[in-house]
């Protein structure tokens, strides 16, 4: 008996069944794509503390950077070192490496439990968020001078562009176009940075005064000292005005004994062609001033000294010895404080200049010190809010070098890359950039 061949059921697939088939194959792509990716997504942490980070400085300027490319960046303040949490991505990454600033890879999942932690009102941290490059302004002269500016030397390492302006911008009303204004070493009293005692016969004195005075002259100022008031003026007006201004060395108590003396004639002949106005310390004006008060001109043109703000021949302190601390601020009370002290360390080395640091005596009740020191309390680093705007006095010539002479070379600040000194300058350069939180205190 032949067997018959099997018959083969018939099924039929509709088209509808196909279309199902490959939505489902769809759609199980895509949530494998957004689970790898989520999976994987990841941010840059920046550490700033003193073991993990091998560059301090240029991580500042790698900050600056990626808000120059309109992205945000969380401060974290009192984070191992008031660290820096960036977005990810290769480009970021590769710049790290070539400006050999130290950073870590972390998970979402790793960022969100870092946030967390520092949310926690147990702790003295907080998260600010930065959100755009800040443009900075330094105020210096355009020529050569026979000594180097701080400021200048780290935003160049760091490398965080700046424009230099001087008088004739600063009149011109051009700091408007600028979040944030250092005012270089400078004597805004007209009186030549008082080194007429030692330093009056040397050309670059004589050649700095000529074009000092023909730089008034052409201003329309008969002197030097009137010219040099009326900046100072426009710079009190742009802070006022919302600015924010950082100023070290000569540049803090001068900048304030020529608001006091606005109007008033405090220098001496050979700096101005007339005597000095008879009684000139009882005329100044202490309510106009930002920082300092009550204190004492030096009336000497001989002497290389301003005032008695400055602590420099009084204090007795060793080299060995000579360091001063930050202090301690609430992170989520008082953000502004704790961002301009965030370091790696709490004790920094002190540094001399013509104004080296400031005594207490003189300091305002309603200025803010950030940093002193404690074997004869001065006043190393101060801060102060001026209408609608900041500013900040840091005492001092070279945070690396301890007493720096006319003349001497500059720092190299590829032998100092982790400086705690220089990093107080570029917390202020980064505070313009933070969103603002207003202060309990």
């Known amino acids: 008996m032949v067997k018959k061949p099997a018959i083969l ?54 900050t600056y950077w990626v808000l120059t490319k309109q992205q945000k960046v969380q401060w974290l303040l009192n984070y191992r070192g008031g660290s820096f949490l960036l977005p990810d991505g290769e480009v970021i990454r590769k710049e790290c490496q070539i400006r050999g600033v130290s950073y870590e890879i972390v998970s979402d999942a790793q960022a969100e439990a870092i946030l967390d932690e520092i949310s926690s009102p147990s702790r003295n941290q907080d998260a600010v968020i930065l959100e755009k490059a800040p443009k900075i302004a330094v105020y210096s002269p355009k020529d050569n001078q026979p000594w180097d500016d701080a400021v200048t030397m780290v935003l160049t390492y760091a490398e965080i562009p700046y424009v230099t302006v001087y008088d004739e911008e600063v009149l011109d009303d051009k700091l408007a176009l600028y979040d944030w204004l250092h005012l270089h070493h400078e004597d805004f ?50 802070v006022i005005g919302g600015g924010f201004m950082f100023a070290m060395c000569s540049a803090t108590d001068s900048f304030d004994i020529a608001l006091a003396a606005d109007g008033v004639d405090i220098c001496e002949p050979m700096f101005d062609g007339d005597p000095s106005e008879p009684n000139y310390q009882g005329k100044l004006d202490f309510s106009k001033t930002f920082a300092f008060t009550d204190f004492v001109l030096e009336r000497s043109p001989l002497r290389y000294e301003f005032s008695s703000i400055d602590m420099t021949s009084k204090r007795q302190i060793p080299k060995e010895s000579d360091y001063f601390s930050l202090m301690e601020f609430s992170a989520k009370w008082d953000p502004v404080p704790t961002m301009l002290t965030q370091n ?37 680093y101060i801060h ?43 917390n202020n350069v980064l505070f313009p950039a933070a969103r603002k939180k207003k202060q309990k205190t």
């Open 384 to 426: 102060g809010i001026k209408g609608k705007g900041f500013f900040t006095f840091y005492g001092g010539h070279d945070p690396e070098d301890y007493q720096h002479r006319v003349g001497d070379p500059k720092t190299e600040l590829e032998l100092h890359p982790t400086s705690p000194g220089y990093r107080l300058i570029l």
């Open 344 to 380: 790696h360390t709490t004790l920094v080395k002190g540094f001399m200049g013509q104004t080296t640091s400031f005594a207490r005596e003189h300091v305002k009740p309603t200025v803010m010190v950030l940093g002193e020191s404690k074997l004869n309390g001065e006043a190393r």
């Open 9 to 62: 059921k018939k099924t039929t697939i509709f088209p509808f069944d196909f279309l199902d088939i490959k939505v489902k194959t769809i759609l199980s792509l895509v949530l494998c794509l957004v689970s790898s990716v989520y999976l994987s997504a990841s941010m840059i942490l920046i550490p700033m503390d003193a073991e993990s980070q091998k560059n301090h400085l240029k991580a500042y300027g790698i």
């Open 189 to 238: 009293t007209g009186q030549f940075g008082k080194f007429y005692g030692v330093y009056r016969a040397a050309p670059w004195y004589i050649e700095g005064k000529r074009r000092a005075e023909e730089r008034a002259a052409k201003l329309g100022y008969s002197k030097v000292s009137e010219q040099k008031g009326a900046v100072a003026q426009k710079i009190r007006n742009y």
